[in-house]
C-alpha cells in the first residue's frame, strides 16, 4: 500500500542524455542499480506518451498500414479463392508455405535464447530473451496464418484437428500437414507459457510502480497475485527451468516436422533426409538475423545502450556465424547427394535450381546465406553494428530466398517435362507477405510499450551479480 | 427501327438502311406494324440482373412493364385480350410461362411432342436415375456422324458414338463430344429478329409468304437460297420441289471447311458426282499426300479404326508402313513412319512425279524429284494392289487426279480405294452468288446457317454483295455477322432439337430425332422451306416423316420405328461405281513463285468458325502445339531463327494486298518457306466466348488460291500472350513415350522396359499383402503405337464429369482443369525442324502405392477396395500437397468458383452422376467411377450377376476413335485390359518411384523402311 501511493509520474527517471555502450566484455554498463533498471525498463511502458519516441509512433502507423492490406487481401482471398495467388499446377504451393516455413523459423531464436542459453547458463541473453520470446510469439502467430489462408476452403480448418464428430472423420495421421498442426500448436502453446511465466515477476513490479490506477489494476491482473516471498521464487524457478527442459526439445522438433513437410513427399529436391537439422540450423539462423535486426534499433530508440551491450550483439553474431557454416553445410551436402546419388531426377532438379529460370536467385541465395555473413569472422566487422545490423537483414532475406528455392525449384520442374511450368507471384502474394511483415511490426510496437521488453528482475539479478563482483577486486580481474 | 444489338456497326447499318431505302418501302407497307417494337434485348437484361429476391422483383417489374404486354399480344394475338388492365402477376405468369422460360428465368427441358425412339440399351420406360439413350446423327459439311444421345429426363446430357454407323462405328470425334454444349450455349438466338428489333415468326410467316407470292409471280427469279454443303435427302427433295415450283430460283452452297476441288476431281474420275473411298483395312504402305485422313473428313473414324488394326503389332501381323508428306504438322502425320516436310504448293508437282516414278502418264515438269520419293515409289510398287495414295483435302484437284492415277496405276482401284456415289447435290457457289449480288439478280436471299458475311474469302468482299440483295432472310443458330446484315433472322434448331435425315460419307441415312422441342423455339431449314413453298405450318416431323413414308410406303411404321432406334436407315449405303475412263492428269500451273506460301486450313478445334463460341473446344489443348483460346501462325523453328520469331511474336501474312497479323509459333515440322494459318477466330458476332480472339484467315483468303497461296511475311512489333498447356515438349532424358522400331520390337518384345530395373517390393513400409484386391482391380491401358493425338478422349471426359471451362487468363496460368491431357513430345533424329511426334494420353493413373494418398491431412483422396484412387471432394479442405507428391501431376484444383454455378441453361447439360465442384478442391479423374458403379448395381440387381468384360466403358475409351484406351478388370485374366496390360511392350510412367500405377501404357513402334533409314524423314537414327 506504500508502495502504491509513492508511484507516480515524477518518481520514475529515465536518462536524458544518451547512454554509450560500455562495450564488448561486460553485459550490462556501469552505474545500474535496481531502481534504475526498474526505472529505465519499466518506464518505457508506464510513462504517458510524451516519453515514446516519434520513431515508435511513425513505426507503428506503417506496420498499421500494412496490417489493413493485409487485412484486403485476406478478404479477398476468402471471397474469391486462392486463385488471387500465383499458384498453378505444378506449382500448388507458393508464397504461402515459404513465408510460412520462413516465419516458423524465426520464431525459432526465442525459445532457443531463453530456453537452450538459459540451460548452458549464457549470461548474454538476459537482456534479450523477453524479446526475442514475444519475437517468437509473433513470429508463430504470423506463421500459424498461413496454413489456414493456403488451403482452398479456408473455413473448413478445423478439419486438420482431431475433434470429435458425428461423422466419426478424423484426420489421416500419415499426412505431415497434419503432425504440423500439432508441432506447430504445440509450440506457439509452450511458448506462450514459457514467456508469461517470465513476464510474471516484472508484472508484478509494474503493478507496484505503475504511476496510474489503471495501469496498476491491469498489471496487477495479469500479475497473478505474485508477491515475491520466497516461495514463489522457489517454486517459480522450478517451474522456469522445468518449462525450459520442455522447450528445448521443441525448437529442434519443430523444424524437424515442418521439414517432413517436404522430405515426406517423393519429389526431387523434397525427398531429402537431410533436411530436418538442415531445416533447424536455417531456422536458428534466421531466428537469430531477425533478433539482431529489431534489438539494434531498439536499444538505440530506447537509449538502452547499457542494457543491451556490445557483448550481446557480439555474441549473437557469432552464434550466427556458426549456425551459417552449418546451413552452409547443409547446402553442400544437398548438392553432393543431388550428384552422388545418381538420380537422374535429383541432379536434374539441382541442376535446374542453379542454372534453370530461377538460378539467379539461388546464387542470391548463397550471396546471402553464405558468402556476406563470412564478414563476421571479423571483430571489426561485428563491433560495427551498422554492419551487424545490414547483414542480419541479409540473412533474413537469405534464408527467405532458400524457402523460395526448396518450394518452387523442386515444383516447377519435376518429374514429368510435359507438366512443368513456372510460378509467378502475383501482387496479392506479395502484399500477404507485406502484410504479416505489418502485423508482425505492430505486435512488437505494441509490446515494446505495453509490456517490459526486457526482463527487469533477471536484470537486476545480473546487476547484483555485477555488483558483488564490484566488491571484490580479485574476482573482478578475472572477469 | 433501333438498333438494339449492342454489337451492332451502327454507321454501317445506316449506310445499308440508305441503300435498300427505297427497296424497302414496299416491304414495310406489307408488314402491318402497328405496335412499337418490344426490345427484347433490353428486357432480358433486365431479368438477368437480379437474382434471388432481388429477381422476383424484377420479374415484377418486368410484368407490369408496357413492353412485356406489348410482347405477349404480338406473340399470342389471342391472347392479348385476357390479360386484365390492372396488373395481375399471376396470371400473367400463366400466360407468359414459356415466353419467360426464354427470357432467361428457367431452363426447364420439355420433351418432343412426336414419338422419339429410344435406342436399345435402357429401361424400357423412363426409370429416375436412370438415363435413356436415343440414336440420332450429326452433320459436319453434309455428312453424317451418327451419335447416342444420352438423356436424363429430356436432358440430353452426353454424345457418344453409335456403334452401328458406318462413319462412327462407336467412336467420336471432338466435335461430336463438344455439340451437346451448343444446344445449352447461352448466347444462341433466342427469337425471331427483324433489323434487329423484336419480331415473331407469325410476323415473319406473314411477310415471307408475300415475299414468296410476290417471287412466284415471276417463276422464282431473284430469289436465292444459300446453305451449307447437304446430304438430307428430305431437304434435297424439299428443295427439287421448291426449284420446280420456281425453275429461275438458285440454289447456292457455302462450306468453307470443304474444298471444292475433292468433289470437282472425283467427278472428273468417276464420270459423274462420286465420293472416292479408302479402305486402310486393305492397305500395307499408305502415302499421304497432306492428307489428315485419321482426323478429318466425314471418314476420319472409320478410317482411324481401320489405320488402327493396320498398325497392331501384337498378333505378329508387319505393320502397316505410312508415309506422310506435309507442309504442316497434322494429327494423322504425328503416327506416319516418316514423315516428308514439303511445301503445299510443292505437292502437286511431288505426286506427278511418283506417278511417273510408278508409270504414270504424266505431263514433263521441271526439277528433279528428291531421293526419298524413288525409294517411296519403290516401296509402293513392292505393295501392288495393297497400299494407298491419299490426295490431301486441300490439295487442288491436280493431286486428286495424281492419287487416282496412280492408285489405279498400283492396281489399288477395287481393293483399297472405291468410287462411291455422291449425294452432295450440284448447286452453284459463294463466288456465283457475290456476282448474281453484285449484278443485281438477287432480290431475296435466304440464308440457311451458312454464315458468309463472316466466313467468305475476302477476295469476295461479301459483306458490301449481300447489301445489294433487298431482302435478306437468315436462319441461324445465333445472331451472327451475316445475321447483322439480314432484315430477318429466325432462330435455328440444333440438331438434337429437330427432325431431319442426313447421309453418312457411304450414303447411309440417318433419320435425326430430337431429345427436346427446341429450347428456343428456333425453327428447322426444312420449316424455312415449308413457309417458302407455301405451307408455313409443316412441321419437320412431319415434313420428314413424309418424305420417308412416299420412299417406303408398304411397313412404313416399322420402318420408321427401327430406322430410328438403329440410327441408321437399312439399305441406304451408295452403290459402289465402276470406274470411269482412265485419268489424264492436266498440265500443272504452278503458282507463282515467291518465297513464301501461306496455307490455309479449319482450326483444329474450332473448325471453320462455327465451333467458336464453344468453350470445351476453345480451351482443349490443340494437337501438336498444346496451345488454347488462339489461332496462331506456324513457322518452320529454323526459318523463325533466321527472321528472329519467337513464339508470341506477332507476323504479317500478306496476300495480294490483303494481309493479316497474328502471333507466331514456332513449330517443328512446318516445312520451309511455309506459313500455316487457321480459320474459325476473329470472330465478331459469335457469342461471349468466340468474339474478338484472334485473326481471322478469312481476311486473307483468295477465293481463286482458296487453301495454298503466295504470301510476303514480315515480323511486326508487338508480343501477344499465348496460353499453353505444354511448355516443354522434349522428354529430357526421361522417355515417358517408349518407342522401337518394329525390328527393334520383334527382337525385344518388351523394349519398353529393357533397361529398367525393377524396384524390389519390399522397400515400401507397408507390408505387400496389407491391399489386396478379391472383387475388381480396375485398370486401363493405353496404346501409344494407334494413338493419333485427336484430343476426342480429353472432350468426352469434359462433358462426362462436368469440367470447367477456365478461360484463357487462367490456362496461361497453367490451371487448365483437364482430367485427360494428351502429352506431345518431340524427339527423334535430333532436329529442332523435323522431329518426331509422340502423343501420350495422361489421366490418373490410380497408383496402387499412390503417393497423393498418404500426403493427404483430412483423408481426402483414398483408395477403394478395387484400387481407384478415389477424391472425396465434400472432405477435401484444398491443401494441395496430393498435387505436389503427384508425379504425374494429374490432380486439377478449383483455384476459383470455376463450375459455372449461375447461367441457368448450363445446368440442364450437366451429368446429374457427377459433382459440380466448387471453389477450392481438387479434383481429378476418376475411372468413371459413376459409370462402374452403375453397371455394379445393375449386376447386383440381375442376380448379383458377374460384369462382363467390355460393359463398363469409360468416357474416354468411348470416344477413342482408334481404340486405343482399353479399361477394364485386371483380375480376370480374359479382359482385354489384362491382356494388353501383360502384353511384353506395357510399362508403367516412372515405374522406379514404385507407385505402381494402374494406367499403363504400350510402347509405340515404328514400321520405317530401311532404305530410308537415317536419312530426311526417317523417324529414327540408323
Same mark, same amino acid.
Given at each position: ?42 518506464g ?41 495467388w ?13 513465408n ?25 541473453r ?15 502467430? !504470423?506463421?500459424?496464418m498461413?496454413?489456414?489462408l ?6 473448413? =480448418? ?11 472423420l ?15 500448436s ?21 503493478r ?13 491482473i ?8 520466497a ?12 518449462l ?7 525448437? +529442434?522438433s ?12 517423393q +519429389? ?6 537431410? =533436411? ?6 536455417g ?15 531498439l ?40 550428384w552422388y ?18 538460378? =539467379? ?6 550471396? !546471402? ?20 545490423w ?11 530466398l532458400?524457402? =523460395? ?9 519435376d ?21 504479416? +511483415? ?42 | ?7 451492332? *456497326? ?38 438477368a440482373?437480379?437474382? &434471388?429476391?432481388a429477381f ?22 389471342g ?9 395481375d ?14 427470357? &432467361?428465368?428457367? /431452363? ?5 411432342l ?12 423412363i ?20 451419335v447416342?444421345?444420352e ?18 462405328? &462407336? ?23 427483324? @433489323?434487329? /428489333?423484336?419480331?415473331t415468326?407469325?410476323q ?26 447437304t446430304? %438430307?435427302?428430305?431437304?434435297?427433295s ?8 420456281? #425453275? ?24 459423274r *458426282? ?25 471418314? %476420319? ?5 481401320q ?32 514423315r ?29 524429284a528428291p ?8 516401296d ?7 497400299c ?80 445489294k ?11 451472327d455477322?451475316?445475321?447483322?446484315? %439480314? ?15 442426313? @447421309?453418312?460419307?457411304d ?5 435425326? $430425332? ?9 425453327k ?15 412441321? *419437320? ?5 413424309a ?29 459402289v ?24 486450313? #479449319? ?76 480459320f474459325?477466330y ?11 480472339? &484472334? ?10 488460291l ?14 501477344y ?5 505444354q ?30 530395373k525393377?524396384?524390389p ?39 462426362e ?8 487468363d ?7 482443369m ?8 518431340y ?12 502423343? $501420350? ?42 498435387s ?6 494429374? @490432380? ?6 470455376y ?8 445446368k440442364g ?6 459433382t ?12 468413371c ?8 448395381i ?31 478388370d ?14 511384353k ?17 504400350l ?20
Open positions: 500500500m506504500d508502495q502504491i501511493e509513492k508511484a507516480n509520474v515524477n518518481n520514475i527517471h529515465l536518462p536524458t542524455e544518451v547512454i554509450p555502450d560500455p562495450g564488448a566484455n561486460i553485459v550490462l554498463g556501469h552505474g545500474l542499480d535496481y531502481k534504475t533498471v526498474t526505472d529505465r525498463i519499466g518505457i511502458v508506464v510513462l504517458p506518451w510524451k516519453n515514446s519516441p516519434k520513431k515508435w509512433l511513425v513505426g507503428a502507423f506503417i506496420s498499421f498500414c500494412f496490417v489493413n492490406l493485409l487485412m484486403l487481401a485476406v478478404y479477398l482471398l476468402f471471397t474469391k479463392g486462392v486463385g488471387i500465383g499458384l498453378n499446377i505444378p506449382v500448388a504451393w507458393g508464397f504461402a508455405i515459404i510460412f516455413v520462413w516465419w516458423i523459423g524465426i520464431g525459432h531464436a526465442g525459445t532457443l535464447i531463453s530456453a537452450v542459453l538459459f540451460l548452458v547458463k549464457q549470461d548474454w538476459t537482456s534479450i530473451n523477453r524479446f526475442s520470446e514475444a519475437m517468437t510469439l509473433f513470429a508463430v502467430a !504470423c506463421a500459424g498461413f496454413p489456414i493456403h488451403l482452398g476452403r479456408p473455413w473448413l =480448418f478445423y478439419w486438420l484437428l482431431p475433434y470429435p464428430n458425428s461423422m466419426w478424423w484426420p489421416q495421421p500419415r499426412s505431415p500437414l497434419e503432425w504440423d498442426v500439432f508441432a506447430v504445440t509450440y506457439g502453446t509452450v511458448s506462450l507459457v514459457f514467456w508469461y511465466v517470465g513476464l510474471l515477476p516484472d508484472l508484478a513490479s509494474l507496484d510502480t505503475a504511476p496510474y490506477l489503471w495501469q496498476r489494476k491491469i498489471y496487477a495479469l500479475s497473478l497475485g505474485w508477491r515475491g516471498s516461495i514463489h521464487w522457489h517454486r517459480y524457478q522450478k517451474a522456469y527451468l522445468l525450459a527442459g520442455l522447450a528445448t526439445p521443441l525448437v +529442434l519443430v523444424h524437424t516436422i515442418v521439414s517432413f513437410d517436404f522430405a515426406v513427399s +519429389l526431387p529436391g523434397w525427398h531429402t533426409t537431410i =533436411f530436418p537439422p538442415y531445416f533447424v540450423a531456422a536458428v539462423y534466421s531466428g537469430f538475423a531477425m533478433v539482431l535486426t529489431l534489438v539494434i534499433p536499444r538505440a530508440w530506447y537509449n538502452m545502450r547499457d542494457l543491451i551491450t556490445l557483448r550481446t550483439i557480439e555474441a549473437a553474431a557469432k552464434l550466427m556465424l556458426g549456425v551459417g557454416l552449418i546451413v552452409a553445410y547443409g547446402y553442400g551436402m544437398e548438392a553432393f547427394f543431388a546419388s545418381g538420380d537422374k531426377y535429383e541432379s536434374f532438379m539441382y541442376w535446374n535450381r542453379m542454372t534453370g529460370p530461377y538460378g =539467379f536467385m539461388y546464387w542470391l541465395l548463397i550471396l !546471402c546465406n553464405i558468402a556476406i555473413p563470412q564478414l563476421l569472422w571479423s571483430q571489426k566487422v561485428r563491433h560495427n553494428l551498422g554492419l551487424v545490414t547483414i542480419s537483414i541479409v540473412i533474413n532475406i537469405g534464408m527467405w532458400e524457402r =523460395f528455392e526448396i518450394v518452387v525449384t523442386s515444383l516447377h520442374r518429374f514429368l517435362p510435359s507438366s512443368w511450368g513456372m510460378y509467378i507471384p502475383t501482387k496479392w502474394d506479395i502484399a500477404t507477405y507485406a502484410g504479416t +511483415l505489418g502485423f508482425f511490426m505492430l505486435l512488437i510496437f505494441l509490446f515494446v510499450r505495453a509490456l517490459p521488453s526486457i526482463s527487469i528482475f533477471e536484470v537486476r539479478e545480473q546487476v547484483h551479480h555485477d555488483l558483488q563482483h564490484e566488491n571484490k577486486p580479485a574476482v573482478e580481474e578475472h572477469a | 427501327m433501333k438498333d438494339h444489338s449492342p454489337s451492332h *456497326p451502327n454507321g454501317n447499318m445506316n449506310e445499308h438502311d440508305k441503300t435498300t431505302a427505297s427497296a424497302l418501302v414496299p416491304l414495310e407497307s406489307l408488314l402491318e406494324t402497328p405496335h412499337k417494337k418490344v426490345d427484347l434485348a433490353e428486357l432480358r437484361e433486365k431479368l440482373a437480379g437474382r &434471388g429476391p422476383w422483383r424484377t420479374l415484377d417489374e418486368a410484368a407490369e412493364s408496357e413492353h412485356l404486354k406489348e410482347y405477349v399480344e404480338q406473340e399470342f394475338p391472347l392479348s385480350g385476357q390479360i386484365p388492365q390492372g396488373v402477376r399471376r396470371n400473367l405468369l400463366k400466360v407468359m410461362g414459356a415466353s419467360l422460360a426464354m427470357a &432467361g428465368a428457367a /431452363g426447364c427441358t420439355k420433351l418432343p412426336e414419338s422419339i425412339v429410344p435406342y436399345v440399351r435402357q429401361p424400357e420406360n426409370v429416375p436415375g436412370l438415363p435413356m439413350f436415343y440414336a440420332t446423327a450429326i452433320t459436319n459439311a453434309g455428312y453424317a456422324k451418327g447416342l444421345v438423356s436424363h429426363f429430356n436432358r440430353p446430357t452426353k454424345v457418344e458414338g453409335n456403334p452401328d454407323h458406318p462413319a462412327s462405328l &462407336g467412336s467420336t470425334t471432338i466435335f461430336e463430344q463438344a455439340s451437346i454444349l451448343n444446344l445449352y450455349d447461352p448466347d444462341r438466338s433466342e427469337t425471331v429478329l427483324q @433489323r434487329g /428489333g423484336l419480331s415468326w407469325g415473319f410467316t406473314g411477310a415471307a409468304s408475300l415475299e414468296a407470292q410476290s417471287v412466284g409471280s415471276r417463276q422464282g427469279e431473284g430469289l436465292a437460297i444459300l446453305t451449307g454443303l446430304t %438430307s435427302p428430305t431437304f434435297i424439299q428443295m427439287n420441289a421448291l426449284l420446280a415450283q420456281w #425453275p429461275k430460283a438458285k440454289w447456292y452452297t457455302h462450306e468453307p471447311s470443304a474444298n471444292p476441288a475433292v468433289r470437282s476431281a472425283a467427278k472428273k474420275i468417276a464420270g *458426282p462420286a465420293y472416292v473411298d479408302y479402305d486402310f483395312s486393305q492397305a500395307d504402305v499408305i502415302v499421304s499426300l497432306e492428307s489428315d485422313f485419321l482426323n478429318a473428313g466425314p471418314a %476420319s473414324l472409320k478410317n482411324a479404326r489405320f488402327a488394326a493396320k498398325r497392331g503389332i501384337d498378333n505378329g501381323q508387319t505393320p502397316v508402313r505410312y508415309y506422310a508428306v506435309e507442309s504442316s504438322p497434322s494429327v494423322s502425320g504425328s503416327l506416319a513412319d516418316h516428308f516436310s514439303v511445301k503445299s504448293s510443292a505437292i502437286p508437282a511431288m505426286a506427278y512425279q511418283l506417278a511417273k516414278a510408278l508409270g504414270v502418264a504424266s505431263p514433263d515438269l521441271a526439277g528433279t531421293d526419298w520419293l524413288a525409294k517411296v515409289a519403290e509402293l510398287s513392292s505393295h501392288k494392289s495393297r494407298l495414295v491419299i490426295p490431301g483435302e486441300y490439295q487442288p484437284e491436280s493431286v486428286h487426279l495424281a492419287a487416282y492415277a496412280i492408285n489405279a496405276a498400283l492396281g489399288n482401284v477395287g481393293t483399297t480405294v472405291r468410287l462411291l456415289e455422291s449425294y452432295i447435290p450440284e448447286t452453284s457457289s459463294l463466288e456465283d452468288l457475290t456476282s448474281d449480288l453484285n449484278n443485281g439478280h438477287v432480290e431475296m436471299l435466304v440464308i440457311i446457317e451458312a454464315n458468309p458475311v463472316y466466313s467468305a474469302p475476302a477476295s469476295l468482299n461479301f459483306e458490301a454483295a449481300i447489301r440483295a433487298r431482302l435478306v432472310v437468315r436462319l441461324g443458330q445465333h445472331f455477322e451475316t445475321s447483322r446484315w %439480314s432484315h430477318w433472322h429466325v432462330p435455328s434448331v440444333h440438331y438434337l432439337e429437330t427432325w431431319t435425315d442426313a @447421309r453418312a460419307f450414303g447411309t441415312v440417318t433419320i435425326l $430425332q430430337p431429345l427436346v422441342e427446341p429450347l428456343y423455339r428456333g428447322s431449314p426444312h420449316e424455312m422451306l415449308s413457309v417458302l413453298l407455301g405451307k408455313p405450318d409443316a412441321t *419437320p416431323h412431319d415434313i420428314v416423316k418424305y420417308w413414308q412416299s420412299t417406303n410406303p408398304n411397313g412404313f411404321d416399322a420402318f420408321w420405328k427401327t430406322s430410328l432406334h438403329n440410327g441408321v436407315v437399312a439399305g441406304t449405303a451408295a452403290a461405281l465402276n470406274a470411269g475412263g482412265p485419268v489424264t492428269l492436266p498440265a500443272l500451273t504452278p503458282l507463282e513463285s515467291s518465297e513464301w506460301e501461306v496455307t490455309f486450313q #479449319p482450326d483444329p478445334t474450332v473448325g471453320d468458325g462455327s465451333w467458336a463460341n464453344n468453350g470445351w473446344l476453345q480451351e482443349l489443348p490443340k494437337p501438336q502445339t498444346k496451345t488454347t483460346w488462339d489461332n496462331l501462325i506456324f513457322v518452320r523453328p529454323s526459318d523463325a531463327e533466321k527472321m528472329g520469331l519467337h513464339n508470341g511474336d506477332l507476323l504479317k501474312v500478306t496476300v495480294k494486298d490483303r494481309s493479316v497479323t497474328g502471333p507466331v509459333w514456332v513449330t517443328p515440322n512446318q516445312a520451309q518457306g511455309s506459313v500455316r494459318i487457321f474459325g476473329g470472330r465478331t458476332a459469335s457469342g461471349r466466348v468466340g468474339n474478338k480472339i &484472334g485473326y481471322s484467315a478469312y481476311a486473307i483468303q483468295d477465293a481463286s482458296p487453301y495454298i497461296a503466295p504470301a510476303t511475311i514480315a515480323k511486326v512489333p508487338g508480343r500472350e499465348i496460353a499453353n498447356t511448355a516443354t515438349q522434349s522428354m529430357e532424358e526421361r522417355e515417358p513415350v517408349r518407342a522401337a522400331e518394329f525390328a527393334e520390337f520383334k527382337e525385344h518384345p518388351n523394349f519398353p522396359t529393357l533397361e529398367e525393377p524396384v517390393k519390399e522397400l515400401s513400409l507397408y507390408p505387400e499383402s496389407q491391399w489386396t484386391y478379391p472383387n475388381h482391380k480396375w485398370g486401363m491401358t493405353i496404346d501409344l503405337n494407334i494413338c493419333t493425338g485427336c484430343s476426342a478422349c480429353a472432350i468426352a471426359c469434359q462433358a464429369n462436368n469440367i470447367a471451362v477456365v478461360g484463357k487462367q490456362v496461361a496460368r497453367g490451371r487448365h483437364h482430367w485427360i491431357r494428351i502429352d506431345q513430345y524427339s527423334g533424329n535430333g532436329t529442332l525442324d523435323e522431329p518426331v511426334s509422340y502423343n $501420350q494420353p495422361v489421366p490418373c493413373m490410380h497408383c496402387e502405392n499412390a503417393p497423393c494418398e498418404v500426403v493427404c491431412p483430412v483423408g481426402a483422396t483414398v483408395h477403394s477396395n478395387e484400387g481407384i484412387n478415389q477424391m472425396v471432394y465434400n472432405r477435401c479442405v484444398g491443401t494441395r500437397y496430393c505436389n507428391n503427384c508425379p504425374y501431376k494429374v @490432380r486439377r484444383f478449383n483455384f476459383y468458383l463450375s459455372d454455378w449461375e447461367t441457368e441453361s448450363l447439360m450437366r451429368n446429374p452422376d457427377v459440380v465442384r466448387s471453389r477450392g478442391v481438387m479434383e481429378k479423374c476418376s475411372y467411377i459413376q459409370r462402374i458403379q452403375e453397371v455394379k445393375k449386376a447386383e440387381k440381375e442376380d448379383n450377376r458377374k460384369i462382363v468384360d467390355g460393359e463398363i466403358i469409360t468416357a474416354c475409351q468411348q470416344a477413342c476413335p482408334t481404340q486405343a484406351i482399353t479399361f477394364g485386371l483380375n480376370d485374366p480374359q479382359s482385354k485390359v489384362a491382356q494388353m496390360a501383360a502384353l511392350r506395357n510399362y508403367s510412367l516412372l515405374d522406379d518411384l514404385n507407385n505402381r500405377p494402374r494406367t499403363t501404357y510402347g509405340n513402334v515404328r514400321n520405317s523402311n530401311e532404305a530410308l533409314r537415317g536419312q530426311r524423314g526417317s523417324n529414327r537414327e540408323g
